[in-house]
């Protein structure tokens, strides 16, 4: 039993998939505009490296009471461009173990490139990272956008890990 | 009404404006000497991308009591180079909105370029990220520095988020 | 005294030093099973840049109870590469100070070289970082690894900070 009160943070029991694009001023602008389009841009994205807690509950980000300028771990992809005309796609994508008392596994991919080849690929990633854990695969959950860019643009998809 | 417990940290509510740059014997070495010179080197950052909390309170630096080795959320911009001769500059700016019930924003832009310039292009992307927003801008603070490269330099510049 | 309830975190009070490499079918998957390999696969990693809180005390990575899927804050250097026969190396170092109440510093390099020269690399930076701050060195503790890339493969190094 791992007591809570030894960590640098509670683990995580909910997960929601967002997504989102945007034009932009500058790549930074065009990045804050497609996190506002997925839903969490009045937050502090904390990036990490990307594992869904045991029994994980999914819901959607708009249920989650997120707090304005609080602390938001996070995995995800992202891609900006300037090159008009250029299509970029972000995607992520979760596993979902048979036991439900084991990890699931998120993989994130983006690209010059549609989102169906995106979004495959970081489909396939999870069936790659359950295969070198020997750990049964129940479910593939994914969610990605693409975006043909005017001027300045970025694509994002991310997986937000919080609480209930 | 946000139940605190139920975050991963709770949420900052003051923050900090810090700066510095040095040459150093590698990249990394002379980022550790920025962030000596900006009052941060003993403590491990965590970057977080880029939100003020509603009605967040600036204090100097200098009197935070920053544990050492603790964690330190921030925003910031960073740029190091090798090539003697060259200005590098990091600014960062922060955007207060009118509505003290609101966040602000935080943008962060480094550059092969004078301080003038990236400083100022780090306080026209928070104007932006207010257009984006639909939000009133009350006032805008912003800082940064340039270094003209000796051999191995970095330039450094971040909000620091915290509590009292 | 700090008010440890007044933190983003806790402080960490032990450390563990780990690397593992692998190759993998993508970059992404290389990194993932070279965590796998390190130990510290199934968890949420948080880089963090990187300092040994004062004090801190070692512990083998096996020897911590890692939550599934939990966050670890960690510092860490990590490469991947597709050019088969590339000799890929990560490795980190970790200075502690002659005063136990002083905080040591972690310093990470990742090279197309061998361990040997990236290690002694990362130890001399921990050197350079000593004399940045005055603080008197009394032992440098490193970690690292080399892999030769056979298609597609990923070494990393790292210090996991926790609690007891």
Chains 1, 2, 3 share one sequence.
Request: hydrophobic fraction near 45%; proline fraction near 5%.
């Amino acid at each position: 039993m791992i007591d809570v009160s030894n960590l640098m943070a509670p683990t995580a029991n909910i997960y929601s998939l967002v997504r989102g694009s945007s034009e932009g001023q500058t790549p930074l602008n065009a990045f804050d505009n497609a996190l506002l389009n997925a839903g969490v841009g009045d937050t502090n994205l904390m990036r990490m490296s990307s594992i869904l807690p045991p029994d994980a509950q999914q819901h959607d980000i708009a249920d989650l009471d997120l707090p304005a300028g609080g602390f938001l771990p996070l995995a995800y992809a992202a891609i900006d461009s300037k090159r008009p005309g250029t299509v970029i796609a972000s995607a992520v994508a979760v596993g979902i173990p048979e036991d439900d008392e084991a990890p699931g596994v998120i993989m994130e991919f983006e690209d010059e490139d549609e989102l169906l080849t995106v979004e495959q690929k970081a489909r396939q990633m999870v069936v790659n990272a359950f295969e070198s854990r020997n750990r049964e695969l129940k479910e593939i959950k994914s969610i990605g956008i693409d975006h043909k860019v005017k001027e300045c643009a970025s694509a994002f998809a991310g997986v937000v890990l919080w609480y209930e």
